[in-house]
């Protein structure tokens, strides 16, 4: 019988060790999502810094962490029953990441994620521009301000940019005009509510006026 070396066989998948952005990717994203409407946690905030520490000390797995932001991303959008609050977490970690690739000492440049946020057939800002929700597309908008205001003379993608501009103008007017009518719906229902019953002043506000 030919003897088997030992080194030479495979270990099996649930003895491989696991590839640590494969861990702190999802941790983004544990529990709950919150509202699109409120600050994102400390917890969160701790781990969004953690991803960005581990990319800097392996700016060759940025691609594979931007893609799983990316698909993230585009997963929870095209779920109609989904939370959107994972989508928040997951852009704020592209932004600080962007953020920290100016720093004197980074080891990675803005252009490492030009593919998934503003490039690629699938990248997360037009994705955000178009969704219906006027929370996302704020959220395409200010990626897209931050992925801007990061590029140098050396790492350009200035024509990327470009073409995403008169998205960001439709979604500006798009809020700018629902804004107006969500005030001219609560100007009238003021008035319908003041029409019916005689409005007293609070004592309070004519003491603060003296």
Known sequence: MVGVCCGCVAKPASVQPRKTYNTLVPQLFAGEPAATDEAIDSSTRRKIQKLQEYVQANPAKIPKVSRRLMRRIAATLLNPGAKLGH??????????????????????????FAQEVVSGPESVVPLLLKDVHIEMRTLGAELL??????????????????????????????????GRKEQRLQEA???????GKLVVPNPLDLVARR
């Open 87 to 112: 989508v928040k977490v997951a852009v704020h970690a592209y932004i600080y990441m962007l953020a920290r690739s100016t720093d004197d000492v980074s080891s990675y440049s803005p252009g490492f």
């Open 189 to 195: 229902a003021g008035r319908r509510q003041q029409g």
């Open 145 to 178: 301000a931050v992925f801007t205001r990061v590029q140098s003379h050396v790492d350009c993608h200035l024509n990327a940019i470009q073409v995403h501009v008169p998205q960001v103008c439709r979604a500006a007017q798009a809020a700018l005009s629902a």
